[in-house]
């Protein structure tokens, strides 16, 4: 990463983002710009995230300086604090894998881009912050009409599904399909997706909580901590499904196997299972893969059904996915100016209350995408008991002062 360490912890910020001309001035005056970003400073709970400053990177070769206006939290972000991933840095490091910004300063032999660019950029980690040095060949330019919250919501999640449902799936028409954690940010995008073929039958799983706020993008909804969601589903459709995207693991893997009709295409795309408390649980992690069956190819060949896997950093960072993804993110952008995709921004938060955020997303009580605003100012705490007696006495305090001599 091309950040160099300052290191100076800052749990509130002034919410200021340092722009261009501060930058200029810090230059001149030979100190180095600063910024503000949200370091993970050893896995584990909410408590490990902190506010800090550190240098603003300068832009290599081939690189842009992108001025971050919202970046998207996913669930990977609460399994990378955790410590639930394989391949993430060594802490401590700044968190966050998506954004959207715009171009501050180019790096040597960039001509694609210029300032003022509007973009969409991913990165393997350190999005978090007022600003990140990234790749040009890791930035979507955004429409003009797109707002910076719309670019930050229409990343990953949405990359990610129109990949395993066109290219992975071969999702066509009349087909029927299964998607889990249906009201987050990926489940929405799978059900805006589908719209685009005839006569898709979608079928989910959320909490009850949000059934009422996605009932319209899904055929049937089902809470899997309810109700058997393999039987339900079998009900309605007894020969069972074409296509399941499954971002659980464990035991939803080989449910998910079983409701496959012949012919049919299950994606493992996630382990979510795996999270069940703040912190991470090996006992969890193991129990996890230790549920998953083996199936072996003679078995696929026998009953005429197929097991793929997604994993979209891997595609994009480590297996040369770039020019795959810069199609995609063209085609989502597209697919959005003419009302098609259309994000649900569940909220925002500051980057102060990073841990506030990936709580809600832990308490499954999200019902779209949650966004980290750089420039948004923390929300007022709620006085506790024990302030409010403080501030009485302080009160108090100062209806005694005439009393003091003069
Ligand atoms: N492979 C890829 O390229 C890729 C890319 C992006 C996302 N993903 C995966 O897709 C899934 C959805 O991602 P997202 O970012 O859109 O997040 P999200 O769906 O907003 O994630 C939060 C929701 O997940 C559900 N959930 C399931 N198991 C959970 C658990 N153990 N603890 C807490 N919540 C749990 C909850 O909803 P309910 O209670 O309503 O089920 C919760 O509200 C995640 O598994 C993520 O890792 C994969």
């Not at 309605?236 to 079983?258: F, H, M, Q, S």
């Not at 295409?265 to 408390?277: E, F, P």
């Not at 649980?281 to 193991?286: D, E, N, Q, W």
Request: glycine share 8%; aromatic share 8%.
């Amino acid at each position: 990463m091309a950040t160099t360490e300052a290191n100076t912890e800052q749990t509130t910020g002034s919410g200021e983002p340092a722009d261009q001309t501060a930058a200029a001035d810090a230059t001149t005056k030979g100190t180095e710009p600063e910024m503000r970003a949200v370091v993970l400073q050893s896995f584990g709970g909410a408590n490990r995230v902190k506010v800090m400053k550190k240098t603003v990177p300068t832009p290599k070769d081939g690189e842009v300086l992108v001025r971050v206006k919202a970046c998207g939290l996913n669930f990977l972000d609460l399994m990378t604090r955790q410590g639930s991933v394989d391949d993430c840095p060594r802490t401590p490091f700044i968190l966050g894998t998506e954004c959207s910004g715009y171009i501050e300063a180019l790096g040597t032999g960039v001509e694609d881009l210029k300032v003022g660019d509007r973009v969409v950029a991913f990165q393997r980690s350190g999005t978090f912050a007022e600003a990140i040095a990234v790749p040009t060949k890791y930035v979507y330019e955004m429409p003009n009409k797109m707002t910076y919250e719309e670019g930050a919501a229409l990343g990953v999640c949405y990359a990610a599904a129109y990949m395993m449902l066109y290219e992975v799936a071969n999702l066509t028409k009349g087909k029927t399909l299964l998607v889990h954690s249906a009201g987050g940010n990926l489940g929405i995008a799978v059900s805006q997706l589908c719209k685009m073929v005839d006569e898709i039958k979608i079928f989910g799983t959320a909490s009850t909580a949000k059934h009422q706020a996605i009932n319209d993008k899904f055929d049937h909804l089902f809470d899997r901590t309810a109700c058997d969601y393999v039987e339900a589903i079998k009900k309605i459709e007894p020969k069972g499904l074409d296509i399941v995207l499954d971002c659980l693991c464990g035991e939803d893997t080989n449910r998910g196997y079983d409701l496959l009709k012949p012919m049919g295409k299950y994606v493992l795309y996630g382990i979510s299972n795996v999270v069940t408390g703040e912190t991470r649980s090996f006992f969890s992690y193991a129990r996890t893969w230790w549920n998953v069956d083996s199936v072996k190819p003679g078995k696929l060949w026998d009953e005429n059904k197929s097991m793929s896997g997604f994993q979209f950093y891997h595609f994009l960072f480590n297996q040369g996915g770039e020019e795959a993804v810069t199609t995609v993110m063209n085609e989502i952008f597209k697919l959005h100016t003419v009302n098609i995709l259309n994000p649900i921004i569940d909220s925002t938060y500051a980057f102060e209350e990073v841990g506030e955020a990936m709580l809600k997303m832990h308490d499954h009580k999200n019902v779209g995408k949650i966004l980290i605003i750089p420039e948004q100012e923390p929300k007022p705490k709620p006085v506790t008991v024990t302030e409010t007696a403080a501030s009485e006495a302080s009160s108090t305090d100062d209806v005694k002062e005439p009393d003091t001599p003069k």
